[in-house]
């Protein structure tokens, strides 16, 4: 069996297509899989890292907001339409793919466009809870549009042929035991709330965490554990600012980048992140309750409807960015932890939530879709 993939310029397009390829591997060890991706992208350096052959394309996305630099990439936006599709059109023929499997992002438009139009077998992936420009075109001629959350559903054309499969978790963050994770991270018996703004950070949430660190060191409730990110260096400056000497209190676990995530989120009662795709599918594959700040700054305001999509369902609270501040982040931990109902309840909601087959899940609508057609 021959696999394309097409998707990229977020982690959140690429991953769930190489969880997917792996899954796929694992069980046809035969199958031969190519991933297209835009040239310069971050998929161009993550999916060979992960063993997988690898063809670029020159594609952009259009600019929303008016100016003249953003005049100019449009045009050049427009120009790609064009060229990726012939590209794409190329690489797919020279390939001859039983199937393609398109997770998002711009370069996937162009790439499963021509597939379409050339006969061969498409799917797309939807991760998000409000599904982004190039899938809402694509689910109208696609075989089958995969939901991670099923209100995405209502924002797609009537025609669409939705499925629920979830979106790709770790197996490293489904295995991961409470008990065990705190014993590894050599916590205590007091509530762990764990923090971050993902890789690079988030000015807004650091500081308010700070006043939420420097609160937890005067009432000694409790653990925590920080990534501030990246651009968030500063943090521990801020921290002395604050009078707070991180290194004379090892119940506060500040740091860069948290690269044992499967065991903080096992370990942790209250997780505060923003509300990326991914994310919120980890959340809730290990159940736990959580106070989501979307970003502001995605596209179509998504992670918004991200959190929504838990929030309605008693999964989560949510905190948005323009009301984001360290009194109002402490004021709301503090009522999360006054009811000893409410952190257990918004933890077994997420559970509920969660899908943790979403890669055998995916892999069934490949197989029917290529039975159908054959």
């Known amino acids: 069996m021959k696999v394309l993939f097409a998707g990229g310029g977020t982690a959140g397009h690429i991953n769930p297509a190489l969880a997917v390829a792996g899954y796929l591997r694992e069980r046809e060890p035969d199958a031969r899989i190519l991933y297209i991706g835009a040239k310069g992208g971050m998929e161009e350096r993550l999916v060979p890292a992960a063993g997988y052959e690898f063809r670029g394309i020159v594609v952009s996305g259009f600019q929303r907001r008016l100016s003249w630099k953003n005049v100019r990439r449009n045009a050049a936006a427009a120009v790609h339409v064009f060229t990726a599709s012939t590209e794409a059109k190329r690489i797919i023929r020279e390939f001859g793919p039983d199937i393609c499997v398109g997770t998002g992002g711009y370069v996937a438009g162009p790439v499963i466009r021509e597939a379409v139009r050339l006969g061969i077998p498409a ?95 005067k009432s000694g409730r409790f653990q925590h554990i920080h990534g501030y990110g990246q651009w968030g260096r500063w943090f521990p400056d801020l921290m002395k600012r604050k009078g707070v000497d991180l290194s004379a209190h090892p119940e506060l676990d500040v740091r860069e980048y948290i690269d044992d995530m499967p065991d903080c989120l096992a370990a942790a009662d209250l997780v505060i992140c923003r509300a990326g795709a991914i994310t ?88 029917e879709v290529l039975a159908e057609r054959r």
């Not at 762990?192 to 993902?198: E, M, Q, R, V």
């Not at 004021?331 to 409410?342: G, I, Q």
Request: charged share 25%; proline share 5%; net charge positive.
């Open 280 to 367: 919120l599918s980890e959340l809730q594959a290990q159940g736990k309750a959580s106070i989501l700040i979307p970003s502001p700054n995605v596209a179509e305001n998504h992670q918004y409807h991200n959190a929504m999509a838990l929030v309605n369902r008693g999964a989560a609270q949510i905190l948005e960015e323009k009301d984001l501040t360290g009194e109002t982040l402490c004021s709301k931990v503090e009522k999360l932890f006054a009811d000893p109902k409410t952190i257990p309840a918004l933890a077994q909601n997420a559970r509920k939530m969660a899908i943790l087959d979403a890669n055998e899940r995916i892999c069934k609508v490949i197989r």
């Open 123 to 217: 799917v797309i992936h939807e991760q998000n809870a409000f599904p982004g420009v190039t899938n809402k075109v694509l689910a109208k001629r696609a075989d089958r549009t995969m939901l991670a959350v099923w209100d995405a559903k209502n924002y797609l054309p009537p025609e669409a042929r939705c499925v629920l499969t979830g979106n790709p978790v770790r197996q490293e963050v489904i295995r991961a035991r409470r008990d065990e994770a705190r014993k590894k991270l050599g916590l205590d018996s007091r509530p762990l709330i764990l923090s971050f703004g993902g890789s690079l950070g988030a000015r807004k949430i650091n500081e308010a965490v700070a006043d939420l660190l420097a609160a937890s060191v």
